[in-house]
């Protein structure tokens, strides 16, 4: 059961995103930044996405006629520019994923924002304007990152796992939606094995790895709710996992009645319910904690 659910488009049951995280190699050149040049092997593999598997995603969008959000790091929308222009020609969203995949927990205080707008610099130059939401690089949002967003305008984040739907975070008298991501329709667990930068997961067939996914669109789908995937392109792009999802969306678009949309989209939707008195989101209140909860003498 979900408590209040949002009254979702045309009566609609469920709402509905796969959104990509773009990665790309920036991963391995974060993980290895002295010789990840030379490590040809993880280069290919993440190259692998944008080159081979987001014209194979752009084509099963453009024929099923859905609109979705892609998630990526500004080094990566430079590195590969067309590619973005061809996603953004599709009318899909391109949102926020940091700078080159850095870590925002070790990254606080001025590398924090010099990294972030450094980002948006990027993403205006290669995009055009500016991303309306944000996921933050293996979702460590900090609290200097959510003040970020709100100083700069942001619509949304997608980077917490506090709510089964969107909702609100409420900091300093300002607030953003958020749009929750569950590890648990991530494709890195199943999928992922990359040694050099300290995943060493037993990598699952398709049609194990992602029954996990289609039984929580399940109780979504019962439930009223948000059913959103968290996938990559160099994992989920792959030949036979896409064709597993592929069969899933085929499957879901012709015998279920859902919502797939945009996560910008679904922010709108939700706050035009909000100005409307048809609906009022739940809403977190941020900081969790004003200050560190144990402290270093007490902890030993």
């Known amino acids: 059961m979900i408590q209040n659910p949002i009254p979702w488009p045309n009566g609609a049951k469920c709402a509905c995103a796969i959104t990509f995280d773009i990665d790309a190699d920036s991963l391995i050149h974060v993980a290895r930044p002295g010789d990840s040049h030379n490590r040809l092997y993880p280069i290919s593999m993440g190259k692998y996405g944008p080159d081979i598997a987001v014209p194979r995603i752009l084509e099963t969008y453009k024929r099923l006629g859905i609109k979705q959000s892609f998630f990526v790091p500004a080094w990566c929308i430079d590195q590969y520019a067309p590619v973005m222009e061809k996603i953004l020609e599709g009318g899909h969203e391109i949102g926020h994923h940091g700078l080159i995949h850095e870590d925002p927990i070790v990254t606080m205080g001025d590398r924090q924002r010099a990294a972030f707008e450094e980002a948006l610099s990027i993403y205006k130059r290669v995009c055009g304007g500016k991303p309306r939401g944000y996921r933050a690089p293996v979702y460590n949002i900090t609290p200097q990152v959510v003040?970020?967003?709100?100083?700069?305008?942001?619509?949304?984040?997608?980077?917490?796992?506090?709510?089964?739907?969107?909702?609100?975070?409420?900091?300093?008298?300002?607030?953003?939606?958020?749009?929750?991501?569950?590890?648990?329709?991530?494709?890195?667990?199943?999928?992922?094995?990359?040694?050099?930068?300290?995943?060493?997961?037993?990598?699952?067939?398709?049609?194990?790895?992602?029954?996990?996914?289609?039984?929580?669109?399940?109780?979504?789908?019962?439930?009223?709710?948000?059913?959103?995937?968290?996938?990559?392109?160099?994992?989920?792009?792959?030949?036979?996992?896409?064709?597993?999802?592929?069969?899933?969306?085929?499957?879901?678009?012709?015998?279920?009645?859902?919502?797939?949309?945009?996560?910008?989209?679904?922010?709108?939707?939700?706050r035009s319910l909000e100005q409307s008195g048809e609906y009022t989101p739940r809403k977190d209140i941020l900081p969790y904690y004003p200050e560190q909860v144990i402290r270093a003498e007490a902890a030993e």
């Open 147 to 270: 003040d970020l967003l709100i100083e700069h305008g942001f619509d949304y984040d997608s980077s917490l796992m506090g709510d089964d739907i969107p909702y609100l975070l409420e900091k300093g008298g300002n607030n953003i939606a958020e749009v929750p991501v569950h590890w648990g329709c991530d494709d890195w667990p199943p999928f992922a094995h990359y040694e050099e930068i300290g995943y060493v997961n037993h990598v699952q067939p398709p049609s194990v790895g992602y029954q996990g996914f289609f039984e929580e669109f399940d109780a979504q789908y019962e439930a009223g709710g948000f059913f959103m995937m968290i996938v990559h392109p160099f994992l989920t792009g792959r030949l036979a996992r896409w064709r597993v999802i592929e069969k899933w969306l085929e499957n879901t678009m012709a015998t279920k009645d859902v919502w797939f949309a945009r996560l910008d989209e679904i922010v709108d939707h939700m």
